[in-house]
C-alpha cells in the first residue's frame, strides 16, 4: 500500500477532523503530548497505524474543522528526537517514517507510525507505564476504554515479569518501586 501526500492527509483531516487515524500538532518539541499521540496511532488494533502532522493546528475560530500549516523550525532537531524517542522511550521501540514537506514558505513532518505486532504487548512509555501509561485514540464507541483496562493488565503483566512490586496510584498505574 503507498502513502498517501500530505496534501492528502491535509484533505482527510480538514473533511473529518482528528481521527484514530490522524493526529496535528503544532510541535515546536517533540514533547510528552507528541509521544502520547505516537503511542496512540500505534496502539489502534486492526489499522496498521496512523498519520502524524507536525507543523499544523486546528483553526479554533471556525465552526467546521478546519486545520492551517504554521511550519516548525528546526526541522533536523524535530525529526531527529522524534525517531530516538521513538526508539528509547517505549518498552517497544517505534519506529515512524519520518516525512519532510515545503508548503508555502513552511515546513511540516509529518510520519507514519506503524501499528506495534499485535502478538506484543501494546506500546507504553517507560518500564512499568508509570511516566503517562498507555494510549489508544478514542474512536466515539468506548474502545478506548477496553483498550486501555487491556494495557493495564499486560502492564501489570509485564510489571510482575520483572519482579516490581504492585502499587497503584491515582492513574491505577503500577509504581516503578522494588519488593
Not at 503530548?33 to 493546528?57: K, Q, T
Not at 512509555?125 to 485514540?137: D, I, Q
Request: charged content about 30%.
Amino acid at each position: 500500500m503507498s502513502q498517501p501526500s500530505f496534501q492528502e492527509l491535509m484533505d482527510r483531516l480538514r473533511e473529518g477532523d482528528e481521527s484514530v487515524e490522524i493526529e496535528a500538532k503544532r510541535a515546536r518539541q517533540i514533547d510528552r503530548s507528541i509521544l502520547e499521540s505516537v503511542c496512540a496511532l500505534s496502539n489502534e488494533p486492526g489499522r496498521g497505524g496512523g498519520y502524524l502532522l507536525l507543523g499544523v493546528v486546528r483553526n479554533e475560530a471556525r465552526l467546521f474543522p478546519d486545520y492551517e500549516v504554521v511550519g516548525v523550525t528546526e526541522v533536523d532537531k524535530l525529526q531527529s528526537d522524534l525517531a530516538t524517542q521513538c526508539r528509547n522511550e517505549f518498552n517497544i521501540p517505534i519506529c515512524p517514517q519520518v516525512f519532510v514537506e515545503n508548503l508555502d514558505k513552511k515546513t511540516v513532518l509529518w510520519a507514519f507510525v506503524p501499528e506495534v505486532d499485535p502478538h506484543a504487548n501494546f506500546a507504553f512509555r517507560g518500564e512499568t507505564g508509570e511516566a503517562f501509561g498507555v494510549f489508544t485514540a478514542d474512536d466515539g464507541r468506548g474502545e478506548r476504554k477496553r483498550a486501555v483496562q487491556a494495557q493495564r493488565m499486560a502492564i501489570e503483566k509485564a510489571a510482575g515479569a520483572r519482579g516490581l512490586k504492585k502499587e497503584r496510584g491515582d492513574a491505577g498505574l503500577l509504581r516503578s518501586s522494588h519488593e
